[in-house]
């Protein structure tokens, strides 16, 4: 089937089996890499992508699912956005190690600071808690969008 | 066959009445889809393999809440993330504390209650609070609409009594006064947010310091998600005190029937349910101004 759906701010039209999940579809068709794949079961948030603005596991989201709606990933932020805050504040806290779980936090982070500019650390971690960071550099990882949060040093 | 998997049709509705004529058409093993937290996982490990799938996410008439005459109506594809921001989840405490501690916010954001109920599984923590609001299920096909008690909907381990023809539309349940009555919803999960070892929903209603009204529901500890009428008797009518919720609490072990599985021993669970019901209780209790 022909799934039309926006990608970054940019409309596409791609043909896919209707149940591939759109990790997939994302990596593959549209070549956003920046989607990772980790647990492929819907625990670790490495895939995570922002669809009509909210924070979901592109593993678990069907293809077919997306036909008509918005998808962003960390390759569809731009300059000036709090998005880009996000971005800087990892680099800047030292929230990334290996980087592989990275563009998944950062879009976690920023649809939860949409939503609650003003959320304390432990809002956020429990905001955060779909994702997994195998360096386990959680601590760091809270500093960055905590500083973003406006609640840090 | 082949090896190769078959893809099957893929259908979205434009309407329910859409989606209600496409099941009485469609041939084969037709799949609704919601939200597809579980499906997608299904389909991956072969647990389903479906020629048609009927995508009712994007009907709007199936999604959202409204509450009017003292009741409240949840679409089938609103969201855990839908339900627990909305008004009711505030006024029904252990709703929004079921749904919050479900999964994470990505799950949340698109898992639906619709979902949940049909999968059926016992271990999903939003169907007791729903067993506890003696909740109603409206199911509609082709030949029209019925309604049924959630409890009479949820025939086994992840059965159903929805027909194949059959489109869960939505659950619908009496709102509880707010004076006077109060509700939580505890859980365990080996790591937070993590898959319920055991869950106690608990809703109370208290009159002249008496147990007035107490409803008990479980989560992963039968086939399905149950009441347990054994707690419920034995703390109606008695006074509000700690030790008639403990010793009413002792009582689940009548209604459950725990399997030994990786998230615990049957012994270790029925211990957890008293536990968790007690705790449970007592939350509730205090939220219904009930003096402990």
């Known amino acids: ?153 | 066959m082949s090896g190769e998997r078959a893809t099957p049709d893929y259908f979205a509705p434009e309407s329910v009445a859409d989606a209600r004529r496409r099941l009485a058409e469609e041939e084969g093993f037709v799949k609704v889809v919601a939200g597809g937290q579980t499906l997608m996982l299904l389909f991956r490990q072969g647990f389903v393999q479906a020629d048609a799938l009927v995508d009712v996410s994007r009907l709007p008439e199936l999604s959202g809440l409204s509450t009017g005459d003292g009741r409240a109506r949840v679409g089938a594809t609103t969201t855990y993330a839908d339900l627990a921001a909305h008004e009711v989840a505030d006024r029904v405490t252990m709703l929004g504390e079921a749904c919050n501690g479900i999964a994470d916010r990505q799950v949340r954001n698109a898992g639906t209650i619709g979902g949940a109920l049909c999968h059926a599984d016992p271990a999903f923590d939003i169907v007791p609070p729903l067993l506890c609001l003696d909740a109603e299920v409206s199911i509609a096909s082709e030949d029209g609409h019925r309604r049924l008690p959630l409890s009479a909907f949820l025939v086994g381990h992840m059965r159903t009594d929805l027909g194949p023809d059959e489109l869960l539309e939505g659950v619908a349940f009496d709102l509880p006064a707010p004076e006077q009555s109060g509700s939580a919803y505890e859980k365990h999960a080996a790591v937070d947010d993590g898959w319920t070892t055991v869950g106690a929903a608990t809703l109370v209603t208290v009159s002249d310091g008496t147990f007035f009204d107490v409803r008990v529901g479980l989560t992963a500890v039968a086939d399905t998600a149950v009441r347990s009428p054994a707690v419920e008797s034995a703390l109606v009518g008695n006074p509000v005190t700690e030790d008639a919720i403990e010793a009413a609490s002792e009582e689940v072990i009548a209604d459950i029937d725990p399997l030994d599985d990786l998230s615990g021993s049957a012994e270790y669970k029925r211990g957890l349910a008293g536990t968790l019901v007690a705790r449970s209780l007592a939350t509730a209790t205090d939220r219904a101004g009930g003096d402990l």
């Open chain 1, 1 to 153: 089937m022909n799934v039309t759906f926006e990608l970054d701010g940019e409309r596409r039209t791609v043909e896919t089996p209707p149940d591939r999940p759109l990790r997939e579809l994302l990596r593959q068709e549209c070549d956003r890499k920046s989607v990772k794949t980790g647990c492929d079961s819907g625990r670790c948030g490495s895939c995570t992508v922002l669809l009509d603005g909210a924070a979901v596991k592109s593993c678990l989201i069907m293809a077919a699912q997306v036909d008509g709606r918005s998808v962003t990933t960390v390759e569809g932020i731009d300059d000036g956005t709090l998005g880009r805050e996000v971005q800087d504040a990892f680099e800047e806290a030292f929230a990334i190690q290996c980087g592989y779980c990275t563009p998944g936090f950062v879009l976690s982070g920023l649809s939860y600071l949409r939503d609650n500019p003003d959320a304390d650390r432990e809002e956020l971690r429990s905001a955060l808690s779909g994702n997994v960071c195998r360096c386990t550099g959680y601590e760091k990882i809270l500093d960055a969008v905590e500083r973003v949060a406006g609640t840090g040093n």
